[in-house]
């Protein structure tokens, strides 16, 4: 039993397997991928992904919200009674700073999936030096 590259997500698989373990590509261990096939099926798995970190961007934001508005809150109340709050020492400020760093990560986890996937990279694997 030999070792092949999937031709959507270049993980290595039996060859004699009909499906990715990884992506789920269903293969003709016979013949030769279709590239069209390939193309269509990467699309998908980058649309799926995108959706993925898209979803978790709300939820960062969603973080981000709860810290800063009782922040926003507190620190108009504060005003009124003429004693404003130092919204450094507010504990929303490290809740603003979970949800601003994830939202970031996600950000930058996004722009590279773009970028893998516009250069036809494997979108799961990292790489420092891309083998064409
Ligand atoms: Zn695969």
Redesign the pocket.
């Known amino acids: 039993m030999a070792l092949v590259k999937?031709p959507?997500?270049r993980?290595r698989?039996s060859s004699v397997a009909k499906v990715?373990p990884?992506?789920n590509?269903s293969r003709n261990p016979e013949a030769e991928a279709d590239p069209e096939q390939v193309k269509l099926f990467q699309k998908r798995l980058f649309r799926d992904r995108m959706y993925k970190l898209r979803m978790f961007s709300y939820v960062a934001m969603t973080i981000t919200m709860i810290g800063a508005l009782p922040m926003l809150w507190d620190y108009i109340q504060g005003v009124e009674k003429g004693s404003p709050v130092i919204l450094l020492k507010h504990w929303g400020i490290y809740v603003v700073a979970v949800g601003f760093f994830l939202y970031m990560v996600i950000r930058f986890l996004m722009v590279s999936t773009k970028k893998r996937y516009r250069a036809n990279l494997p979108l799961d694997q990292t790489r420092t030096s891309p083998v064409r």
């Open positions: 999937c959507a997500c993980t698989m990715c990884k992506c590509y």
